[in-house]
């Protein structure tokens, strides 16, 4: 028995499909220079987010930075869909905080091997798969949400350098910029988005992001322009992160502190991943790949806790800019990841003249490619419900986090579709031709628990005749409220002296109703209904309150 789940699990851990193209995409020396280039650019992206982010979570920025180098390289090479790109995020960052602040930065390290533990285990048992409960309404405001918190993020680059750390890098407290520096920021950001919008329609030899960042800051350069860039966020220079066990005492007290953040923070980390996993696989027209994605984040938080990185998970704007660049293999993240860590050890001087407009403005242009804009014209057509959800899981990712926002959403999306279900449930009679003077109720609609009052309302006890079939070739029973309404129905019926029995029930139907003890014939019903057989209901099974 232990071999035979030993066996079971190691059939769900087996290694999956890493091919660097995946599809059969042949490595042309063309498809290889769009890869690199858009590596390059996400790259050069990722490292104001990053260091922002260890702002956010109250850490030095080499810890986000290394979380981006680690983790972008693992999922980059393990992950479930090409394309994507990994690394420290703001989502995660601000439950970070409260950690960091009470305990210290080596429970955040000790916790991120936890949480890469639970995602590991998530991915194993192949709970991944579950992504597929969640609506495209609630997609739509998760985009849309998402694409507001990025564009709120970068509103933190337009205060004085050195201000904005201690408000979180985004709209609250620091000082604005204003007057000449102010206009140059704005002039520069619009000069970004310009040529990224323009460099398609004249030559797509190099991703419009790289072009954007490499002009400006060209520009800004060679002109002396007084604008803040990357080194008066922070200095990006450092050496190889080194193999580090974290330094916590190893007791039940340390396991109370980092279990619940370690559990929350893999929640979000693989809802963010596995949302971006659908919307990277909408616009590349891949599919599956969940269950590997939740093993792959997993191994690189795992990785990343013993390498003095921060943790991370799947990053919508890099991805975005990542695919819109033109890359679909695993070479775009890997070398997005292996060109951070250059900046780091060799060009860190280079890269902190790099103005922080033009990152803001591919940011910008990243925003306007994310919101879901066609779902502002759907509001008035799609159902009032579908329109909630759209805006709740928009408002709420926003004032909350992604986690929240999407539970909140897929509950939402469930009560209203048990309670449109609830009320479909209603009855045909008539006189039953096999059995003279029985009267037949012909059950439409689901019987679940939101859906057995109705159920209840449908029956005249006293005035039906001697004999009532209730029929379920429209129906179904789902669940134990359902069992509780047939067997209060039927102890109606027996009360008054009167029988109830049931017919057309489809297999799992009459496995449901057998296994509770319910049906007096213990005999298949005929799943096409060319026989017809009835079942008499034994009450007293449930008994009741």
Same mark, same amino acid.
């Given at each position: 028995?232990?071999?035979?789940?030993?066996?079971?699990?190691?059939?769900? =851990?087996?290694?999956?499909?890493?091919?660097?193209?995946?599809?059969?995409?042949?490595?042309?020396?063309?498809?290889?220079?769009?890869?690199?280039?858009?590596?390059?650019?996400?790259?050069?992206?990722?490292?104001?987010?990053?260091?922002?982010?260890?702002?956010? @979570?109250?850490?030095?920025?080499?810890? /986000?930075?290394?979380?981006?180098?680690?983790?972008?390289?693992?999922?980059?090479?393990?992950?479930?869909?090409?394309?994507?790109?990994?690394?420290?995020?703001?989502?995660?960052?601000?439950?970070?905080?409260?950690? $960091?602040?009470?305990?210290?930065?080596?429970?955040?390290?000790?916790?991120?091997? !936890?949480?890469?533990?639970?995602?590991?285990?998530?991915?194993?048992?192949?709970?991944?798969?579950?992504?597929?409960?969640?609506?495209?309404? #609630?997609?739509?405001?998760?985009?849309?949400?998402?694409?507001?918190?990025?564009?709120?993020?970068?509103?933190?680059?337009?205060?004085?350098?050195?201000?904005?750390?201690?408000?979180?890098?985004?709209? /609250?407290?620091?000082?604005?910029?204003?007057?000449?520096?102010?206009?140059?920021?704005?002039?520069?950001?619009?000069?970004?988005?310009?040529?990224?919008?323009?460099?398609?329609?004249?030559?797509?030899?190099?991703? @419009?992001?790289?072009?954007?960042?490499?002009?400006? @800051?060209?520009?800004?350069?060679?002109?002396?322009?007084?604008?803040?860039?990357?080194?008066?966020?922070?200095?990006?220079?450092?050496?190889?992160?080194?193999?580090?066990?974290?330094?916590?005492? !190893?007791?039940?007290?340390?396991?109370?502190?980092?279990?619940?953040?370690? $559990?929350?923070?893999?929640?979000?980390?693989?809802?963010?991943?596995?949302?971006?996993?659908? !919307? #990277?696989?909408?616009?590349?027209?891949?599919? /599956?790949?969940?269950? +590997?994605?939740?093993?792959?984040?997993?191994?690189?938080?795992?990785?990343?806790?013993?390498?003095?990185?921060?943790?991370?998970?799947?990053? =919508?704007?890099?991805?975005?800019?990542?695919?819109?660049?033109?890359?679909?293999?695993?070479?775009?993240?890997?070398?997005?990841?292996?060109? !951070?860590?250059?900046?780091?050890?060799?060009?860190?001087?280079?890269?902190?003249?790099?103005?922080?407009?033009?990152?803001?403005?591919?940011?910008?242009?990243?925003?306007?490619?994310?919101?879901?804009?066609?779902?502002?014209?759907?509001? @008035?057509?799609?159902?009032?419900?579908?329109?909630?959800?759209?805006?709740?899981?928009?408002?709420?990712?926003?004032?909350?986090?992604?986690?929240?926002?999407?539970?909140? /959403?897929?509950? #939402?999306?469930?009560?209203?579709?048990?309670?449109?279900?609830?009320?479909?449930?209603?009855?045909?009679?008539?006189?039953?031709?096999?059995?003279?003077?029985?009267?037949?109720?012909?059950?439409?609609?689901?019987?679940?628990?939101?859906?057995?009052?109705?159920?209840?309302?449908?029956?005249?006890?006293?005035?039906?005749?001697?004999?009532?079939?209730?029929?379920?070739?429209?129906?179904?029973?789902?669940?134990?409220?359902?069992?509780?309404?047939?067997?209060? =129905?039927?102890?109606?019926?027996?009360?008054?002296?009167?029988?109830?029995?049931?017919?057309?029930?489809?297999?799992?139907?009459?496995?449901?109703?057998?296994?509770?003890?319910?049906?007096?014939?213990?005999?298949?019903?005929?799943?096409?209904? +060319?026989?017809? $057989?009835?079942?008499? $209901?034994?009450?007293?099974?449930?008994?009741?309150?």
């Amino acid at each position: 028995m232990k071999n035979t789940v030993l066996a079971s699990f190691a059939n769900r =851990i087996a290694m999956p499909d890493l091919s660097i193209s995946p599809g059969g995409d042949k490595l042309t020396p063309s498809r290889i220079r769009i890869e690199l280039l858009a590596g390059l650019t996400v790259a050069l992206a990722l490292v104001p987010e990053a260091v922002a982010f260890a702002f956010v @979570a109250g850490v030095h920025p080499l810890v /986000g930075l290394y979380a981006a180098f680690l983790v972008g390289l693992v999922t980059a090479v393990i992950g479930g869909r090409p394309g994507m790109i990994s690394g420290a995020t703001g989502a995660l960052a601000v439950v970070m905080v409260s950690l $960091v602040a009470e305990h210290g930065v080596e429970y955040l390290f000790a916790t991120v091997v !936890l949480m890469g533990a639970l995602q590991v285990f998530a991915g194993a048992m192949q709970w991944g798969k579950f992504i597929r409960l969640v609506p495209h309404p #609630v997609m739509l405001g998760f985009v849309n949400g998402l694409a507001i918190v990025i564009f709120l993020a970068q509103l933190g680059q337009f205060k004085v350098p050195g201000s904005a750390e201690a408000s979180g890098h985004g709209v /609250g407290g620091g000082e604005w910029l204003s007057g000449t520096p102010l206009a140059l920021m704005l002039g520069l950001t619009a000069l970004t988005m310009l040529i990224i919008w323009g460099m398609p329609k004249l030559s797509k030899v190099v991703p @419009a992001p790289l072009a954007g960042i490499g002009i400006v @800051a060209i520009l800004v350069i060679g002109l002396g322009l007084d604008t803040p860039r990357v080194g008066d966020m922070a200095s990006i220079q450092g050496g190889l992160p080194s193999f580090h066990i974290p330094m916590v005492p !190893l007791n039940w007290e340390t396991l109370e502190i980092i279990l619940p953040y370690a $559990v929350i923070l893999a929640a979000i980390g693989l809802i963010e991943s596995l949302l971006t996993l659908n !919307l #990277v696989g909408e616009i590349t027209g891949k599919r /599956g790949g969940a269950s +590997q994605e939740c093993i792959a984040q997993g191994a690189a938080n795992l990785l990343t806790g013993f390498f003095g990185g921060m943790g991370g998970c799947a990053m =919508i704007g890099q991805s975005m800019i990542n695919v819109k660049s033109g890359a679909r293999t695993r070479i775009a993240g890997i070398a997005a990841a292996l060109f !951070l860590l250059v900046f780091i050890l060799f060009a860190a001087p280079l890269i902190e003249l790099i103005p922080l407009a033009a990152l803001v403005g591919v940011m910008f242009m990243v925003v306007i490619g994310t919101f879901a804009w066609n779902s502002l014209k759907i509001l @008035a057509k799609v159902p009032a419900m579908d329109a909630f959800v759209i805006i709740l899981v928009t408002v709420v990712t926003v004032l909350e986090d992604l986690a929240v926002a999407v539970v909140v /959403g897929v509950i #939402v999306s469930a009560l209203a579709y048990a309670w449109n279900n609830a009320r479909r449930i209603h009855a045909k009679t008539r006189e039953s031709v096999t059995d003279a003077g029985a009267k037949v109720y012909e059950i439409q609609g689901p019987l679940f628990f939101g859906s057995t009052d109705g159920f209840a309302e449908l029956f005249d006890v006293e005035g039906d005749p001697d004999v009532v079939i209730v029929d379920f070739a429209d129906s179904r029973v789902v669940d134990q409220s359902a069992l509780q309404a047939i067997e209060a =129905i039927a102890g109606k019926y027996e009360a008054a002296g009167k029988q109830v029995k049931l017919r057309h029930l489809s297999r799992d139907c009459h496995r449901l109703l057998s296994k509770a003890g319910h049906l007096m014939v213990d005999s298949d019903d005929d799943p096409d209904y +060319q026989l017809a $057989v009835d079942y008499n $209901v034994r009450t007293g099974i449930l008994g009741g309150h």
